[in-house]
């Protein structure tokens, strides 16, 4: 009788591990992940994975692996960035996985142009973050119907921190003595856009593209303009040419972060744009 009724038992965990099969969720790097972790928070049964591994950064070079192929195989879906981020190897992926489904979080964001074409960088920008997960709900309520309620209410919460944020940094941002500032490589025209600064050069347009010599000089010689104009280093950065452009300037070296890497807790945007914030503060507050 036992030995029936534990048969059973274990019959019924077997068919309830069945029908629970987990759906995984793919991002492209950490600034999707970790809308996603919010936009997905208390979802039953799914798993979120990143395409970049910790310590890529951006993907402005990018590429796939057969790994990364492997672990996108059975995915609900892709959650990029958009943009022209995913560039490098989005044609790849469409011609190997054409049915894998693309939710683009930067649908609908106003872009900005540059010398370089489209600037990918839209998620430094809290408004813009709110709306990248309020794209991202729509597409994952969409392909997770019988989710869709908790992902729309959760993508609605986001974009209300969002808007919070926005309001307590531009309040916080609001007596600052100059605007003028030299960030590392062109991550920062939509952050700049939402707390009016003035990016007056970038030492390299990628991180892991050195600047030529003359391009050195060249912002030295822009850099001169302005009595103040603090250097902005990102984490991990190589500073070669910044500590050139340091030296020749005068200028103070401070660290902003692209927020391409981080915790992975829910709030580390919040957290990663305050500790921004209270950068610029003291870089650019007048004594
Ligand atoms: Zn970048």
Known sequence: MMKKLLWTLCLAALLMGAARAETTVVCSFYPVRVLAENVLADVPEVRLETLAPAGTGCLHDFQ??????????????????????EDQFLPLLRREMPALPLVDCSAGIALTE???????????????????????????????PESAEKITANAAAFAARMQALHDELTAELAGLASRDIVTF????P??????????????????DEAPSPRMIAETVERIRAYPRCPLFS??????????????????????????TDGNG???????????????LKQALSGD
Do not use: K
């Open 114 to 144: 540059d010398d370089h074409g489209v600037n990918p960088h839209v998620w430094l920008n809290a408004l813009n973050a709110g709306q990248m997960a309020l794209n991202m709900g729509e597409g994952l309520a969409a392909l997770l």
């Open 190 to 207: 939509y952050f700049a856009a939402e707390f009016g600064l003035n990016v007056v050069a970038s030492v390299t347009v990628e991180p």
């Open 265 to 279: 807790a829910a709030d580390d945007y919040e957290a990663a744009m305050r500790r921004n914030a209270d950068t």
């Open 64 to 85: 796939l692996l057969p790994g990364d192929l492997r672990a996108l195989d059975g995915a609900a879906c892709l959650i990029i960035n958009g943009a022209g981020m």
């Open 234 to 259: 990102e984490p991990g950065a190589a500073t070669d040419a910044l500590s050139v452009i340091a030296r020749e300037t005068g200028q103070p070296v401070y660290e902003l972060s692209p927020i």
């Open 185 to 188: 490589h062109e991550a920062y």
